[in-house]
């Protein structure tokens, strides 16, 4: 069973950066995709950034490219999301997803294995 435990969210002001960790354990994800997500209050879930855990090739949501960076550290079946140039509007709880896909992909859908989540609250 793939399991995922995210770490590294609080409160920060608009323009600081914040990494956030998602500690992946139970499988082999050499044919998986894993992604970040985010949900504010009202909204639907967003796609934040995804990377293949082979090769990684990595993909970005619109309101983040350019702020935010996703990466993985094989050794620690860690990956990141270095956020920086926080705005409020990236307030919302940032979930950890991975799937078995040979693309990284945007829709939720496509992720069977999910976290809890960590909530990222940047003041403005």
């Known amino acids: 069973q793939v399991h995922l435990v995210e770490s590294g969210g609080g409160l920060v002001q608009a323009g600081d950066s914040l990494r956030l960790s998602c500690a992946v354990s139970g499988g082999t994800f050499r044919n998986y995709a894993l992604a970040w997500f985010r949900q504010a209050p009202g909204k639907d879930r967003e796609f934040v950034a995804g990377?293949?855990?082979?090769?990684?090739?990595?993909l970005y949501g619109v309101s983040v490219k350019g702020r935010f960076t996703i990466s993985r550290d094989n050794a620690k079946n860690t990956v990141y999301l270095q956020m920086n140039s926080l705005k409020f509007e990236d307030t919302a709880v940032y979930s950890c997803?991975?799937?078995?896909?040979?693309?990284?992909?945007?829709?939720?859908?496509?992720?069977?294995?999910w976290g809890q989540g960590t909530q990222v609250t940047v003041s403005s």
């Open positions: 997803a991975a799937g078995r896909s040979i693309l990284v992909i945007s829709f939720s859908s496509g992720y069977e294995y």
């Open positions: 990377i293949r855990w082979s090769g990684g090739s990595t």
